[in-house]
């Protein structure tokens, strides 16, 4: 039973306009959100979290936005930029276990 | 970038022979987990440590085992390799203080079982 879900396995966009990359979750228990962003032959590189007392996290390009009553979020990036492709993880965690459970990806492709 | 080593980077090896994946953090975190990475399934946790000695496993742990007998290390050991354990393997790290989930990921070792 996947618990977070990114239904979209790519995504293509041109540089200089918004990314816009999706998360279902299912777990009630989750309270802490994260993305983290993965090139070719490199370890995922921690992007931005929130946590479930927010809705809205920003740091310079990226927001996250969390819809609990959705049980959504998505990661905004602006303006996208051609080092920005990559694949993009969702992950989350909760209760009192430091685990994460993960998305499988979803792969963003900026073009110059 | 967190200080986190994991070797070897690449490895093929046979069929039903043993296998050991090190991770080397120089951090002093508290935390240390094992994914394995394949296409169509993200990053899936095989175990994770909260302390020496201390493991705990993950959602994909049969065939696997660990150890942690320093705070530093955190060994991933194939008993018996098969070919469905090919994949990349990535080591990471986490410190958790406070109200903090973050984990650093090392630079992956990628396995081959022929």
């Known amino acids: 039973d996947q618990q977070v879900k990114q239904n979209s396995p790519s995504l293509s966009v041109q540089e200089g306009r918004i990314s816009i990359l999706n998360c279902d979750y299912t777990n009630s228990m989750f309270d802490y959100f994260l993305w983290y962003k993965k090139y070719p032959a490199e370890g995922p590189t921690f992007l931005i979290s929130i946590s479930s007392i927010k809705d809205k996290n920003e740091d310079g390009r990226f927001t996250v936005f969390l819809n609990k009553s959705a049980k959504h979020l998505s990661l905004h990036i602006v303006p996208s930029q051609p080092g920005d492709s990559a694949v993009y993880f969702c992950a989350a965690s909760g209760g009192s276990n430091y685990k994460l459970t993960f998305g499988k990806g979803t792969l963003l492709t900026v073009n110059p | 970038d967190a200080g986190i080593t994991q070797s070897p980077r690449h490895k093929v090896t046979e069929t039903g022979t043993p296998v050991t994946l090190r991770c080397h953090q120089t951090e002093n975190h508290r935390y240390m987990y094992w994914y394995r990475q394949d296409p169509g399934h993200g990053l899936r946790l095989i175990h994770y440590s909260y302390g020496v000695k201390d493991t705990d496993k993950g959602e994909v742990s049969d065939g696997y085992s660990v150890s942690r007998s320093k705070t530093e290390d955190f060994l991933l050991t194939l008993e018996s390799a098969t070919s469905s354990q090919t994949s990349v393997y990535f080591c990471?790290?986490?410190?958790?203080?406070?109200?903090?989930?973050?984990?650093?990921f090392g630079p992956g070792t990628r396995l081959t079982v022929t």
């Open positions: 990471a790290i986490s410190e958790s203080a406070g109200f903090s989930y973050e984990q650093y």
